[in-house]
Structure formats: C-alpha cells, structure tokens
C-alpha cells in the first residue's frame, strides 16, 4: 500500500485557500462521491490508482503539526517513509508549477518543516504545488489562507488536475518516472518516454 497525504487546514473556511491545495488534489483523486473515514489526527480514504491500493489522507491536525498524523498514519498502515507521497503548497514557485522530489529539506513549508521533525527524516517523497509568491513581499502568512483570486482559479484548476496525473504517475512509475515528466512548467511539454 501507499499513501498520499494532502496538507491542508480542517474547516470551511480554508476550502479553496492556498494552503489547502494538497488537500483539493486528494479530493480529486478520491471523487466527488468519495467518503473519508475519521480517524484519530487525520481523515482518509481508500482508492486503487492503476491496480494499487493507495490510501488517500487528510490531516486534521491544522498545517503547523502536520507530523502528527503523518507518524500516526505510518505506524498505524505500517508505511515507510518512501511509501508516503505528501503534497503541499509552496510560496517559492510560481502559481502552476510542480515540483516533484525524493527527498529534502522543508523548504519554509511548515507543514513539511512539522513532518520533519516529527518523524525525524527527510527521506520523503513531496509533491510541492506552486501558489506564487504574495505580492509586494506582503505577509505570507494572510496571503497562503487567503482563496485565489479571480485571474487565478483557472491556473489553480489546471494545477490540481496535473498534480492528480502526477501522483498517478508516481504510483504507476515511481518517483523518477514522474519527476521526468512533471518538474518542468505549465506550458513545457512533457518530456517522453
């Protein structure tokens, strides 16, 4: 089995926030008719994605202690670290662009900075969703919890279903399979092969 873990914030007044993209690529990989169990820390679903079992998970945690429920998940599903895809927003990329990696450090993200430090590796596969940079160096903060503009929902749309392909290719081809052909930006063609 492996997990896909969407970082996000609990509460109808985050859905369609910036910090909630890794959690509006899990919906659209669970579907719209898809029921999450709850479960102590965090939400989950089970789906097959190309013939393999992949449980589809939300922390309920909020962004800051994201570690907690990605340590609960593995030792409850007995997942390695490898076996865990977790996707998060990231200020540092433009609005559109993936980027898919192995491993590596937390980036600013704090989610992935409480991931860290609670299970005490990097060694994580993460699928970083770029939401751009607030404008005018303005308070990152506001600017991630705040929903994407008009001009913008198109990009974010367009965004969510490539990171949708992209986890199925990981699963399907594994990491370096779908690093080829997913860390380039929008509007590069896919690399083949």
């Known amino acids: 089995m492996l997990a896909v873990i969407g970082l996000g914030n609990v509460g109808s007044e985050y859905d369609g926030t910036r910090h909630n993209i890794g959690f509006r690529v899990v ?3 669970a579907g719209a008719d898809a029921v999450f169990e709850r479960r102590v820390d965090y939400l ?3 789906v097959r994605i190309t013939g393999r079992k992949v449980l589809l998970v939300k922390p309920t945690t909020y962004m800051n202690l994201s570690g907690d429920a990605v340590r609960r998940v ?7 670290p490898d076996q865990m895809l977790v996707l998060s927003d990231d200020i540092h990329l433009p609005l559109g662009r993936l980027r898919i990696r192995k491993s590596g450090s937390d980036g600013g993200q704090k989610g992935l900075a409480s991931i860290i430090e609670t299970t005490g ?11 751009g940079a607030p404008p005018d160096h303005s308070d990152w903060a506001d600017y991630v919890l705040r929903p994407f503009d008009d001009d913008e929902r198109e990009l974010a749309r367009d965004m969510v279903a490539r990171a949708r392909d992209c986890v199925r290719q990981w699963v399907h081809g594994g990491i370096g399979r779908a ?3 997913h860390n380039r930006s929008p509007n590069e063609e896919p690399k083949k092969g």
């Open 121 to 131: 590796t990097n060694q994580f596969p993460r699928l970083r969703l770029g939401v």
């Open 179 to 181: 690093m080829e052909r």
């Open 44 to 46: 989950c679903h089970g």
């Open 74 to 80: 593995a030792r409850e599903h007995k997942l390695a």
């Open 27 to 29: 919906d659209e990989l």
